[in-house]
């Protein structure tokens, strides 16, 4: 048995990085949209807004650097 949640069957269509605020921080979150499911992923807490964005578009970038072609081919 493993730690690590299952993964729905196929590969990721886009990813969306945003930035909430919780507890008087400012969290970075992931959501990876596959076709069946979407699974949210909480990166990492900021203690400045500004800091959070930054990270979230770079986190964003890279993740949907690492998914495979898009569902209409782009």
Known sequence: MTDEPARPAGDAITAQAFVVRE???WVVVLD???WDEVIRHR???YPTRRQA?????WIERSARR??????TGF
């Open 53 to 57: 964005e930054v990270a979230a578009h």
């Open 32 to 34: 990876v949209f596959y």
């Open 66 to 71: 690492d998914l495979s072609a898009g569902p």
């Open 23 to 25: 507890r008087g921080e």
């Open 43 to 45: 990166i990492q807490t």
